[in-house]
């Protein structure tokens, strides 16, 4: 029977079934090894497999409908990960460096470990003093987490073999060796020959592993995305690093909703949960200015308002720049182009900045129409009310399409002191009573009744 070989290239990923001295993906010569697999028990026999066992779908009745979950007791991080942690699960946390990965996930353990779970905290990065040095500026030298510094995959899984703990945390995946491959921590195959071990072990011992994946601003190639498939859980912690926001998001999820977001704060004690994030984004707002506007959004399952404000003003280049920071540099040239096209209002020989404020990044279609108003109102230079809140998704025709969740949206605005809205058109009646809602059909018709007829 012939052997199932693969061969990989420690320099990009490349993965083919033949060796060869030179990789065809990479152009990188002597890089192709093959790939072992690794354990620290003794090694299975691979010929004869067992039968497997099935069930019928429909006795699903019998078996536990949802997986058993242990909660942190920190709301932000329990609702990202769908209600609390699995059991046997394999999670995924990435990040820039430095935006406090370390961080977050020590004090994770921390409650985890509080909460009766027996947690390993294995850092690749740092010694375990340097680990307890940080535990205690956090205020966690009392929970019962177990330390350890460790590189070598092997040794860890033969220590996590004889501990046996419910949750282990590995920090980074990036500093992680498995000994059969051959290349350096970090490297593609090496960042993938741990991950795809470390799941491996979750599963089959029934302990929950969450690895720490850093990503560099090009999206490195070494980065978690190689890992994100293998996983049941993908978090990425963002956050701009001048401000002390950070945001956890749920962007794949086998256990719960995916786009969960839990809104965190750096402080000089760790990381503290913000529990009402509408008020904290829109905390520094002063008098209306020229280009701001507030979007009344859904982050996941629950409504955030957040400020947009942009900045138009002459290009002195022969080609204007279009500047984003929190939205998608795509979406802002199409919205760009319908105002043009649709409501005659040319943005050519200007420059424009759009920034989301607070380091949020936004991805609903539904900020739509708060970005217009907002490039018309930098443009005009004529701010809108102070208490006005918008949304709504615009179509290439310029029409203006219904979004989910209105009721929400109106709700959160109320409760932070809005009086009025602004929305795209919807067939539902909505019954706050506080907000003086108004909708409309088409971006020209919104442009001509805010900003007059030009
Ligand atoms: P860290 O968790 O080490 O980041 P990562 O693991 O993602 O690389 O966080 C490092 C940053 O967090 C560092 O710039 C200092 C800051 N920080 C605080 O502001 N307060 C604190 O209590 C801690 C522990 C870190
Ligand atoms: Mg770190």
């Given amino acids: 029977m012939a052997k199932n070989i693969s061969y990989s290239c420690s320099a990009c990923g490349a993965v083919t079934t033949k060796w060869s001295g030179r990789c065809e993906s990479c152009g990188e010569w002597n890089t192709i090894h093959e790939d072992k697999a690794i354990s620290s028990g003794p090694k299975k026999k691979t010929l004869g497999g067992h039968r497997g066992k099935t069930i019928n779908l429909t006795d699903l009745a019998t078996e536990e409908k949802e997986p058993p979950r242990t909660h942190a007791g920190v709301g932000e991080l329990d609702r990202v990960l769908g209600g609390g942690l699995v059991k046997a699960s394999a999670l995924l946390v990435g ?8 961080t977050l996930l020590l004090q994770a353990a921390a409650r985890f470990a509080r909460n009766g779970l027996k947690v390993i905290y294995i850092s690749g990065e740092e010694s375990s003093a340097q680990v307890q040095m940080r535990a205690r500026r956090l205020g966690l030298t009392e929970s019962p987490v177990q330390l350890a510094s460790e590189t070598n995959l092997r040794d860890i899984l033969t220590t996590l073999e004889t501990e046996k703990p419910d949750l282990a945390i590995i920090d980074s995946i990036q500093t992680m060796w498995a000994d059969n491959v051959e290349s350096a921590p970090g490297s593609v195959s090496q960042v993938r020959a741990s991950a ?11 302990i929950a592993v969450i ?3 850093h990503v560099t601003k090009e999206g490195a190639i070494a980065g978690p995305r190689v890992v994100e498939h293998m996983v049941d859980t993908v978090l990425y912690f963002e956050g701009e690093r001048g401000h002390q926001f950070r945001i956890l998001r749920a962007v794949k999820n086998r256990f719960g909703p995916a786009d969960e977001i839990g809104v965190f704060e750096m402080t000089g004690k760790g990381l503290a949960e913000v529990k009402n994030p509408s008020a904290l984004f ?15 959004g859904i982050e996941g399952s629950r409504p955030m308002l957040c400020e947009i404000q942009a900045l138009v003003a002459p290009s002195p280049h022969s080609q204007p720049r279009r500047s984003v920071v929190g939205w998608d540099g795509g979406r802002l040239a199409m919205i760009l182009a319908v105002l043009e096209s649709r409501c005659g209002v040319p943005f050519a020989g200007l420059d424009v900045y759009l920034n989301v404020a ?10 739509d129409l708060a970005i217009a108003a907002s ?7 004529a701010a809108l009310p102070k ?27 109320e409760k932070l002191g809005f009086t009025s809205a602004i929305s795209s058109h919807s067939h539902k009646k909505h019954a706050t009573s506080g907000i003086n809602l108004r909708q409309m059909t088409d971006l020209a018709g919104f442009v001509e009744e805010v900003f007059g007829a030009r």
Avoid: C
Wanted: charged share 25%; hydrophobic share 35%.
């Fill in 196 to 206: 795809h071990e470390l799941t491996n072990f979750a599963k089959r011992h029934g």
């Fill in 282 to 296: 829109l905390s520094d707002r002063g008098d209306p200015a020229p280009g701001s506007v507030v979007f009344a």
């Fill in 211 to 213: 690895m720490v994946g």
């Fill in 95 to 102: 990040g820039d460096p430095g935006i406090g990965k370390s």
């Fill in 387 to 413: 208490d006005t809140v918008i949304f709504g998704e615009i179509s290439l025709s310029g029409a203006l399409r219904p979004v989910a969740q209105t009721e929400n949206r109106l709700k959160e605005a």
């Fill in 375 to 381: 490039l018309i109102s930098a443009r005009e230079d």
């Fill in 358 to 367: 607070g380091g949020l990044r936004i991805s609903e279609p539904a900020a």
